[in-house]
């Protein structure tokens, strides 16, 4: 029970090599890693192709030890064996720097320390790094990380993710709370999650967290503190505020294109590179959460060529393992410090697979940086004839009624910790049973008069896109506060399999335009303020648009329950009990100079 500053002690369990049943004396290079799921538990991505049963923390830790590691995996605050209440995020630089100097002052300790860790596991490895630790030597950062949880984490564009919501929910159900006192495990077992999501936004006492108090009040404090302000820019939540003074150690970044950390992986390298004294690598695969040893996410199969197994290492662990042997151990290891692997979606057949998922395959490229040298904008103008094009062609106003009580539903993503509500991946848009928010089963989400679809003619070649995906879009609306969303769409020609094409997402964005001056300071849309222009920044992602397939860019005002729904009154952030139906209008052609703009690779090189 290692003591923190204010007198909390943290569960941690501590392994260590042995000769005979006692512990070696030399000092030794540690391996550490915080959790808040469970230091004795089994982590469900500690697995591979060839080894599909995930290692528990134990075995793990076991495993480490033989190779020479004493291992330490610790209980976040407030979760399982630790003490003091866990409020989700905010403690985690504290905690961990005053962990590190305790394993540090050591005896069996080296003072070499390597960091490692999945997700939440992820996100309190950067906290920690932020107060320079003593000890730190090297960082495995896996699907986490934030570099600003206010624009990718734990909101994005101004929305909330209602992940978070979903988490909270999930996770009260193994808080101390309930673990003391199994009315309370029952109560919130007996909630409504569906009836739930389909009345935001939840207040206090009004939500199926109430009966864990903490938990409630620390998501909505996330949910209706609306303004990046000092709230946002704690250790635990703003590393980008700390890449002046960040400690110079080798990092691993790695994340995934259906991943909801995609923005924070990215900014986090492209924040930290340059320096030789701190050699980063980069790993970006078409995978959702941690899923690196499969190959279907949602209804899509990427190809024998998407697993991290067998293309960027034999698996994560050997990856790793070599990763610490070279910056623990001084270790010769053939680690391709400096690289930035990705893996570019499509090129596969079109077709569906035996399994019944669509065939869009795949394949690893690697190059010296992100964004790719190499690759060159692309600009493509939304129209009034709703086409896309390198003209921008003639002014016009394109207007729909946007409903706070009818979103458009959420249909796959870039997504993850929203069971039992919804799910990431790449999906046909087209509504289905079974998907939340979905009220019409078979009907394309272009059917719908709140979305507005623009897309190119069928491409006469392959078109291969890697880097960020922007739209710059001029806007007006009626109401004091709204919701604009950008989706980028590959549009497959119909086939035999698939009779209507298959619009496959790639990537989406929000924007909440009481942000449009800036995320520190929201102000209400005037009632004769006019057109004004806004940026979309869905994530960043590598995607070949076969030919013959078309381009389509999405533009609409909600995307629920992946954000949290704009009720559009202006009312301060998660707390309207009203609605009202907005009028909003993009404006098009060469005078509002909407568009969407890619980063093309050259020919041959994706």
């Known amino acids: 029970m290692i003591p923190m500053r204010d007198g909390v002690h943290l569960a941690t369990d501590i392994y260590r090599p042995a000769k005979g049943g006692r512990p070696l004396d030399a000092p030794l290079p540690v391996i550490f890693e915080r959790t808040p799921y469970d230091k004795s538990g089994t982590p469900r991505t500690e697995l591979s192709v060839a080894r599909p049963t995930s290692y528990s923390r134990p075995e793990l830790a076991r495993l480490l030890v033989r190779e020479g590691y004493i291992v330490i995996w610790q209980d976040c605050r407030g979760r399982y064996g630790s003490e003091g209440a866990f409020t989700k995020y905010v403690n985690e630089a504290e905690d961990g720097y005053d962990s590190m100097v305790w394993i540090d002052a050591q005896p069996w300790s080296n003072s070499r320390i390597g960091t490692m860790g999945l997700s939440y596991d992820a996100h309190v490895q950067m906290a920690l790094a932020c107060l320079n630790p003593p000890g730190l030597a090297c960082m495995a950062v896996d699907s986490g990380g934030f570099s600003n949880a206010f624009t990718c984490g734990i909101r994005q564009g101004g929305a909330l993710e209602m992940k978070q919501a979903t988490w909270a929910y999930n996770r009260a159900m193994e808080s101390p709370a309930s673990v003391a006192d199994p009315a309370i495990l029952r109560a919130i077992e007996a909630e409504d999650l569906h009836g739930w999501m389909a009345r935001t936004p939840w207040t206090k006492g009004r939500s199926p967290v109430k009966w864990d108090p903490d938990y409630e009040a620390y998501l909505l404090d996330q949910w209706q503190h609306g303004t990046f302000d000092a709230f946002w820019k704690k250790t635990g939540l703003w590393a980008a505020g700390y890449y002046d003074t960040f400690p110079k150690v080798p990092i691993i970044f790695m994340s995934s294109w259906y991943d909801a950390y995609v923005q924070t992986t990215l900014e986090n390298f492209t924040g930290l590179k340059g320096d030789a004294a701190r050699p980063l690598t980069l790993i970006m695969g078409p995978w959702t959460h941690g899923n690196r040893s499969e190959r279907v996410f949602g209804d899509v199969d990427f190809g024998a060529e998407a697993t991290f197994d067998g293309q960027v290492d034999s698996d994560w662990l050997a990856y790793r393992l070599k990763f610490f042997a070279r910056w623990l151990k001084d270790e010769p290891a053939p680690v391709l410090d400096g690289r930035v692997h990705l893996f570019v979606m499509g090129g596969g057949t079109g077709r569906k697979t035996a399994e019944g998922h669509l065939d869009h395959g795949g394949r690893w490229i690697e190059t010296t940086d992100w964004p790719v040298p190499e690759a060159v904008p692309l600009t493509l103008h939304l129209r009034a004839d709703m086409s896309l094009g390198e003209d921008a062609g003639a002014d016009a106003v394109l207007s729909y009624d946007y409903d706070p009580r009818s979103p458009v539903p959420t ?77 980028l769409v590959d549009v497959y020609p119909p086939s035999a399999d698939y009779p209507r094409g298959y619009a496959l997402n790639i990537t989406d964005g929000i924007f909440r335009v009481r942000y449009r001056n800036g995320f520190d300071a929201p102000e209400p849309v005037g009632a004769d303020e006019g057109a004004f222009d806004i940026t979309i920044t869905p994530f960043a992602t590598a995607n070949r648009f076969a030919k013959g397939h078309r381009i389509r860019l999405d533009i609409s005002s909600s995307n629920f329950p992946k954000y949290d729904i704009n009720p559009n009154t202006g009312e301060p952030e998660g707390t309207s009990r009203r609605t009202r139906v907005a009028v909003n209008s993009l404006h098009v052609g060469t005078g509002a100079g909407s568009h969407l703009q890619l980063m093309l690779l050259p020919e041959g090189r994706g």
């Not at 910790?417 to 087209?430: L, N, R, T, Y």
């Not at 078109?463 to 969303?485: E, K, N, Q, W, Y």
């Open 411 to 487: 249909i796959g993503g870039s997504l993850t910790s929203g069971e039992p509500i919804f799910a990431g991946g790449g999906f046909d848009q087209v509504e289905a049973e079974g998907l939340f928010g979905c009220t019409a089963p078979g009907m394309p989400l272009t059917a719908r008069p709140d979305v507005l679809s623009f897309e190119t003619a069928p491409l006469v070649e392959d078109m291969v896109i890697a880097g960020p995906v922007t739209a710059r879009l001029r806007v007006s609306t009626d109401a004091p506060d709204t919701d604009f969303t950008a989706k």
